[in-house]
Structures are given as C-alpha cells and as structure tokens.
C-alpha cells in the first residue's frame, strides 16, 4: 500500500504561484507513474498532469499548458506540482495519484490506485 499526503495549498490572487508537494509513504514510488487531478465544485474530478516512474515521459491537460510543471524526487518519495500564473478557474481540491495501471488511460480516475486526501486551492480574482 502507499499513502500520499498532499500539502502546499492555500489562498493566493490571480497570477501567483504555488507548489504543491505529494509525500509518499508505505513504499518508494520511485516505480511508480504519478499524477495530480482536481476537482472543482459541482464538478468531476479531472486530469491535470502526468509523470513516467523515471520522469522521461510528462502529460499535461490542455488547460494546465505552459503554466504547471511536474517533477519528482524519488529519493524523497515525494511529487511537486509547480503551478504559475494562476487563474480563478484553477480553484479545486487537487489530488495526488500514484500507481497506475493502465497507462493508455492516464486521464481516467479509475486507471490509478493510490489517491492522497486532497489539498485546497483558491484562486481570487
């Protein structure tokens, strides 16, 4: 089993920055892929970013292009999601994923196995 906890959320205005960190415990993810999604209000949860057990491979969601970057520190056991220019639609709850099996199907909830608890995101305009 791994457990994430995700952290780094926060209250922030309209074209701040904010990193967001994934630890990861139970077992080392450094054989995992890795993925964030969020979930705004009333709405389902989607895919944001994607990265490869080694880091060679990234997926990003269109709306997230240009703006949010994903890396990773195997040896921390722990993901980050950098996130700039910020916009009031990126308000959500966003999830940190890990373990996926299917990997065609990275956009899909149900292709990954671990899920943290979700950290809070808001946006001001």
């Known amino acids: 089993q791994v457990q994430l906890v995700e952290s780094g959320g926060g209250l922030v205005q309209t074209g701040d920055s904010l990193r967001l960190s994934c630890a990861a415990s139970?077992?080392?993810?450094?054989?995992?892929?890795m993925g964030w999604f969020r979930q705004a209000p009333g709405k389902e949860r989607e895919f944001v970013i994607y990265?490869?057990?080694?880091?060679?491979?990234?997926y990003y969601a269109d709306s997230v292009k240009g703006r949010f970057t994903i890396s990773r520190d195997n040896g921390k056991n722990t993901v980050y999601l950098q996130m700039n220019s910020l916009k009031p639609e990126d308000t959500a709850v966003y999830y940190c994923?890990?373990?996926?099996?299917?990997?065609?199907?990275?956009?899909?909830?149900?292709?990954?196995?671990?899920w943290g608890q979700g950290t809070q995101v808001t946006v001001s305009s």
């Open positions: 990265i490869a057990w080694n880091g060679a491979t990234t």
């Open positions: 994923a890990a373990g996926i099996k299917n990997s065609a199907a990275y956009v899909t909830r149900a292709s990954w196995n671990y």
């Open positions: 139970g077992r080392t993810i450094g054989s995992y892929a």
